[in-house]
């Protein structure tokens, strides 16, 4: 290649004017460099994935509703700008917990934790909650479970839909779980037992009172079906963990429903991990791409990056796209025992 070749593209220095607009700021971003750029292209491949035909599987990781990301994961679940998400049995747990009334609370990431803990205080670095509060939920949810048919097992997709059914009569703002349940959106939580949802459940069971069990092979079935079944599928994360991998593999899983591989059409990620230290969190999609998760011709992003400042920038941005999400082709879930979905034409 040629000097010139290589200088093609200048950069594009930010200027401000009348477009005081979010979404206007991110597209103005891509013409900038480092993780401005990444966050102005991830803006854009979002965009081309409420355009196109696909589904629309989105993991979360981190304590995100304590954080205060809540309200932005419910306008995604009821503007359909994400059509499943898969996330920790935490945030689906502090989401109940708002949604039944409580709150969390900020402090100093320098609090003394000793006095906390005989206050029955619980920490996230630089945000609290109370954790009498918690075992009142925890109660709440074990008794749910024990209410349920116990002799057979369930997804926890089928879970946490009967579960934001009973918070939508309680609620006085739809929290994720709850909103979900109302636009018929499947929410999983493949490690369910990692959270107080699993503490609860077990307390009950403890003491008497359920014998339920979870069919985490299901949801596996069921979200390889999500990719499979689908004109294609598109992935987008906040953190890494459990819910990364678990979404990813879906087109890994998908081959033996299809027998082919696709690989994800669209993927954005917002994490914080680095890719050397070989976790999976901080993996990258050209990684992925060895493992067929990803299309080898997909357009993709990483953005390294604190969620709780990505993600409130790029919800707003696409929520001033109003034409473009009532447009949207979006897949209709029938949410029975067995998840069923179209695409309408």
Known sequence: MRKRDFLSTPTRPLSIDQQKTVGALLEK?????????????????????????????????????????????????????????????????????????????????????????????????????????????????????????????????????????ELAKRAREDGIVSAAAKANIPLYCPAIGDSSIGIGIAENRHIGRNRLTFDVVGDVLETARLAADSPASSVIYFGGGTPKNFVNQTEVTATFIRNRHNGHKYALQIITDAAHWGGLSGCTFEEAQSWGKIAHDAKMVTVHCDSTIAMPMLVTGLSEQKDLIRKRRKPLFEMDRELKFRFPR
């Not at 491949?45 to 409420?50: D, E, N, P, R, V």
């Not at 920790?88 to 917990?97: E, L, M, R, S």
């Open 29 to 165: 971003m891509e013409g900038v460099s480092f993780q401005g750029r990444s966050l102005g292209i991830a803006y854009k491949i979002w965009k081309a994935m409420l355009k196109d035909r696909v589904m629309i599987m989105m993991g979360m990781s981190g304590a995100m509703v304590p954080a205060g990301m809540r309200r932005l994961v419910v306008f995604l679940i009821q503007n359909r700008l994400i059509d499943a998400l898969v996330s920790t049995g935490a945030n689906f747990f502090h989401d109940i917990h708002e949604t039944l009334g409580e709150r969390h609370y900020q402090c100093s990431p320098n609090i003394d934790d000793v006095a906390l803990q005989k206050a029955l205080i619980d920490r996230m670095y630089d945000t609290l909650a109370d954790e009498e509060r918690f075992r009142r939920h925890d109660a709440f949810i074990g008794q749910f479970a024990a209410g349920l048919d116990q002799s057979r097992p369930y997804t926890t997709r089928e879970f946490l839909n009967l579960l934001g059914k």
